[in-house]
């Protein structure tokens, strides 16, 4: 009988670690865990703002962007997918996963 198959480690993306983390364990009571463009946040509230979810996923974004887009999925029952504009508002649900991409002015 032929030697089962040896598992080869899982590929990443160059920093993927950096930009991933794990889902906690557990969440403040009174917030909402909600992954944004693959980070794990946990927010107050029912509703998140289209400004709200792109500060979540560009901390650190001192420039300003010509365009942006923020799609969603795993959403509440009543919007469980969609994309967002700006000044638009969502309802959160617990595990929902949050995509958003900017295009910055150069």
């Known amino acids: 009988a032929a030697a089962p198959a040896a598992r080869c480690a899982p590929y990443y993306l160059v920093g993927e670690h950096e ?3 794990a889902r906690p364990a557990d969440v403040d009571a009174g917030r909402t865990l909600v992954c944004v463009n ?3 946040h946990g927010l107050r509230g029912d509703l998140a703002t289209f400004e ?3 500060a979540l996923a560009f901390p650190d974004l001192d420039r300003p962007w010509s365009t942006a ?3 969603y999925r795993r959403g509440a029952p009543a919007r469980p997918a969609g994309s967002l504009s700006p000044g638009d508002v969502v ?3 617990a595990g929902m996963l949050i ?3 900017v295009t910055v002015l150069s």
């Open 91 to 93: 309802p959160v649900a």
């Open 19 to 21: 930009r991933s983390s």
């Open 38 to 40: 693959g980070r794990w």
């Open 52 to 54: 709200q979810i792109l």
């Open 69 to 71: 887009t923020v799609t």
């Open 99 to 101: 995509n958003a991409n």
